[in-house]
Nanobody, 129 residues
């Protein structure tokens, strides 16, 4: 089992920045990839980005590319999502999730929620205009 705890959400004005954190615990050696998604009420989860647990590969959704960036603290098993130039349309609940090792990952599968095995509880990001 892997446990994920997100933090860092809040209220920010348009153009501002926030940094979300996702701390993993438990069987972290079994993690292959971490993804971030966001979801508004009544809508499907939207892919924000993903990073291999080794840090070798990083992907971003088209709507956040150039504004959001991953970083990590390996000693803390924590991945950070730095969100800059925030827009009101970035308002959502943000979730981190991890996919396990020992599975087959097809090209681009990191974009889909069903790829992931464990999820955090979500953190609310609200961007005011």
């Amino acid at each position: 089992q892997v446990q994920l705890v997100e933090s860092g959400g809040g209220l920010v004005q348009a153009g501002g920045s926030l940094r979300l954190s996702c701390a993993a615990s438990g069987r972290t050696l079994s993690i292959y990839i971490m993804g971030w998604f966001r979801q508004a009420p009544g809508k499907e989860r939207e892919f924000v980005g993903a990073t291999s647990w080794s840090g070798g590969s990083t992907y971003y959704g088209d709507s956040v590319k150039g504004r959001f960036t991953f970083s990590r603290d390996n000693a803390k098993n924590t991945v950070y999502l730095q969100m800059n130039s925030l827009k009101p349309e970035d308002t959502d609940v943000y979730y981190c999730a991890v996919g396990k090792t020992g599975k087959t990952y097809y090209s681009g599968s990191y974009r889909y929620p069903q790829t992931y095995d464990y999820w955090g509880q979500g953190t609310q990001v609200t961007v005011s205009s």
